[in-house]
């Protein structure tokens, strides 16, 4: 495993709360399987290629420093961003460098899976941006959001009368759509406002849960103060697993089975995918399918250190 930001001392995972036990379950599992599990981290870990530099090895118990190199044979990336993995390591890596690329610009994620999202305009020159909403009626609601960003952040939910008077970045790209009423929730799941995440991990749906936005907002990402409840797989509405079933062949056959969550939210007319993610955070040891997510990580990573 390797993180970008340094994780220190022989219990690094101390901090994570109800994820601890999470993240140790992986490293046992792991090393139940066979594997020497290493925890690389800090920006001086990486050392090129599948090398990394004095990393920690768990050894059962705890997490002991090492001195010198080692060699992975396969690598589960929790750096963030596109820095990392380069494009000559896919095929050792989950995820891959192009499905990360992918899921860090909204427009290209539109290309491949509009069909399935709210209708989208991207905006590459700021100066297009009047006639864009031109398109849409003046007291309509619509979003407006970088396209290259992860958390909800920067997103704009507003009247399209005043979402023209904000002064956007002419070095950043930009996408608008539109505003998609999940107000009438998901029988069973949520009364109101919502979205739903699936998460697949080696093809497969191991883990869901329902995000609600705090009161007074329309974002429900936790960053935005949203609230989280695991939703049991068999209680996913079909609308939405059929959805998902149709993503997945895509993902799939393109991008070497990653580790991804989509969401979704359901309306009236059916449900709508806002976004695929490649950066899963780790569920918390309450969720009754976190293992279920561990052992697809795990069985990800052995197909790919067996190439």
Request: net charge neutral.
């Amino acid at each position: 495993m390797y993180f970008k930001k340094e994780r220190p001392g022989n219990d690094p995972f101390f901090k994570f709360g109800k994820k601890r036990n999470v993240y140790r379950y992986f490293f046992e599992k792991g090393r139940d399987l066979g594997f020497d599990m290493y925890l690389a981290s800090g920006p001086e870990a990486y050392r090129g290629g599948l090398s990394f530099n004095d990393p920690a090895f768990f050894n059962g118990n705890e997490f002991a420093k090492t001195q010198g190199t080692i060699i992975a044979d396969a690598i589960y990336d929790r750096s963030g961003g596109i820095s990392f993995p380069a494009k000559e390591m896919d095929g050792k890596v989950l995820n891959c460098s192009d499905f990360k690329i992918l899921c860090n610009d909204k427009n290209k994620m539109y290309e491949y899976f509009g069909q399935f999202m709210p209708k989208s305009f991207e905006l590459k020159k700021t100066d297009k941006f009047q006639e864009v909403l031109n398109g849409f009626r003046e007291d309509e609601l619509a979003v407006l959001k970088p396209a290259k960003g992860l958390g909800g952040k920067g997103i704009i939910i507003d009247k399209v009368s005043e979402l023209r008077k904000t002064n956007l970045d002419p070095g950043n790209e930009y996408v608008i759509q539109d505003f998609i009423d999940t107000s009438c929730g998901i029988e069973g799941l949520s009364n109101g406002r919502h979205d739903l995440r699936v998460v697949i991990v080696n093809g497969k749906t191991v883990l869901s849960h329902i995000r609600t936005p705090r009161e007074g907002s329309y974002l429900a990402n936790a960053s935005q103060g949203g609230s989280i409840k695991e939703v049991p797989l068999e209680k996913i509405p079909q609308e939405i697993m059929d959805v998902a079933e149709k993503i997945k062949t895509i993902v799939d056959e393109k991008f070497q089975k990653p580790v991804y969550s989509i969401d979704f939210g359901m309306t009236r007319n059916g449900p709508y995918v806002f976004e695929l993610n490649d950066q899963i955070g780790f569920p918390s040891d309450d969720m009754r399918n976190h293992k279920s997510f561990i052992d697809g990580l795990l069985d990800s990573l052995t197909i790919l250190s067996d190439k």
